[in-house]
């Protein structure tokens, strides 16, 4: 047996070498796949429905892979559409379809698998005990998924049933990476460990390329290994760089979790053919007792005003650390002044990060820096926009003279690079679910649709 997987790019929209592509295309893969979403970005695409990567570059990559499914007469699947995978961003990937097909006069079958949670269908799973925490996992109550949107992710079941009914495109909502990989040389008989780990070889693109881009890999699976080849000229792979992406976004790189089981690579062995091709061999899948779908869930917290500053005095920067707490109680007491008790300083909070001091770490850096300067990123989180703004206009004042306790008189102690320096950031998201569902068939939490174009 021999089956040939593109993987045109990491990630829909982002780009991929059109050369390269057409390297992959001339090997005539048996389905292209790629994936359009993560949840790298934190929430907001989740919690707004708004995707992170703009429709124009959407649209150039797809009209690419369109025309290369119709060449081939193969099966495209993509996965997570509209980065979140939220039922708005399989609509909006479609509405593009749709267009593409009509411009370029293409004709096909498209299914588009929804992946969208009721929040009666949530809290019905709730009551019922079926809804796990994982590590670290946020506590929740029932009443969480009314104010939250909330996604499965998929398996490769979903995807498997829309390419049994003859569909030759399919969009999915949220999906784990690997299945969208991996559920076409399940159909076709492939050895579980090898399809699971080359599709996690290569649910990124060339990400584990040398160098990493968003460029194509195709791989070549067989009885008993896969080869993953790097499709852009300048890239080429390594075992070492092949072996790395077990690592990627997961804790453990021998022990990978998918809805239906885990794929063990302990044993997987990596073996350079030339410089653009790995060989793999060894992983196992080991099926779970019970099958589980992961939950994503975002909501609203707040609005947001930003301003950005720096300063370069040795004085001020080692004075900021104590003086910044004494400015938090300040600007509490100045909110209840200015809006004469409308607005309660609890729900308002002012953040500073300073960056050049450990902000990227925030507060755990492990050795003390001394920067001769310092970038000041100051942040006002209130319930709504206007609130924010008001409340930034003060704090970006006050923070620009700082009384400094060295200096007599007053000191000019933030630079602001922009006039004015408030900037308002719109709505702020967070996560708010870290669970999985269990006592669940694999596709009942999925919806799907299919059309003739």
């Known amino acids: ?125 709730y009551d019922a005990g079926r809804i796990r925490p994982l590590a670290h996992a ?10 939250s949107h909330t996604v499965a992710m998929m398996g490769v079941e979903p995807i498997q049933e829309a390419l049994v009914g003859g569909c030759d495109v399919i969009l999915a909502g949220r999906a784990s990476d690997t299945a969208l990989f991996a559920a076409l040389p399940h159909l076709r008989g492939a050895d ?50 092949v072996a790395a992406h077990t690592l990627y976004e997961n ?20 073996e350079a053919v030339d ?7 060894g992983a196992r899948y080991l099926p779970a007792d019970g099958y589980t779908n992961k939950l994503e869930g975002a909501e609203l917290v707040g609005y947001q005003t930003v301003i950005i500053g720096g300063v370069r005095d040795r004085i001020v920067i080692d004075a900021l650390p104590k003086l910044l707490p004494f400015a938090q109680q300040y600007f509490d007491a100045k909110i209840l002044d200015v809006f004469d008790g409308a607005v309660d300083p609890a729900t308002i909070d002012i953040d500073y990060r300073l960056y050049g001091g450990g902000a990227v770490l925030d507060g755990t850096e492990p050795d003390p820096l001394q920067p001769r300067e310092l970038g000041v990123l100051i942040t006002v989180t209130a319930p709504d926009q ?49 669970h999985v569902v269990t006592g669940i068939t694999p596709t009942e939490l999925f919806r799907t649709t299919t059309e003739e174009l």
């Not at 048996?30 to 959407?58: E, M, N, R, W, Y």
């Not at 690079?417 to 998201?429: I, K, Q, V």
């Open 138 to 147: 946020p506590e929740i109550d029932r009443e969480l998924f009314e104010r």
């Open 1 to 125: 047996m021999e089956l040939r997987i593109l993987a045109p790019t990491g990630a829909l929209g982002a780009g991929f070498d059109a050369d390269g592509f057409r390297r992959g295309v001339a090997a005539r893969p048996h389905v292209i796949a790629c994936d359009a979403g993560s949840t790298d970005s934190g929430p907001a695409a989740l919690g707004s429905g708004t995707p992170k990567l703009s429709a124009q570059a959407v649209a150039r990559d797809l009209r690419l892979l369109l025309k290369a499914r119709d060449e081939l007469k193969v099966p495209l699947i993509i996965g997570s559409c509209g980065t979140s995978g939220r039922d708005a961003g399989v609509d909006q990937v479609a509405a593009l379809t749709r267009r593409i097909a009509d411009e370029e006069n293409l004709h096909f079958k498209l299914a588009l698998i929804y992946s969208d949670q009721p929040a009666d269908r949530l809290q019905d799973l």
């Open 192 to 241: 579980a460990g090898l399809a699971w780990h080359m599709a996690k070889t290569i649910e990124c693109g060339a990400a584990c390329a040398v160098p990493p881009s968003a460029n194509g890999l195709l791989a070549t699976l067989r009885d008993d290994h896969f080869d993953v080849t790097a499709l852009a000229d300048g890239t080429r792979l390594t075992p070492r760089s």
């Open 275 to 281: 410089e653009q091709t790995v060989r793999v061999r």
């Open 251 to 270: 804790a453990d790189p021998f022990h990978i979790a998918e809805p239906s089981g885990v794929l063990d690579t302990t044993d997987a062995t990596y």
């Open 386 to 434: 206007a609130t924010a703004h008001a409340i930034a206009t003060l704090v970006a004042h006050a923070s620009s003279h700082l009384p400094i306790a060295e200096y007599d008189g007053l000191v000019s102690t933030l630079a602001y690079p922009y006039s004015p320096p408030e900037t308002d950031r719109g709505p702020l998201y967070r996560f708010t679910l870290n």
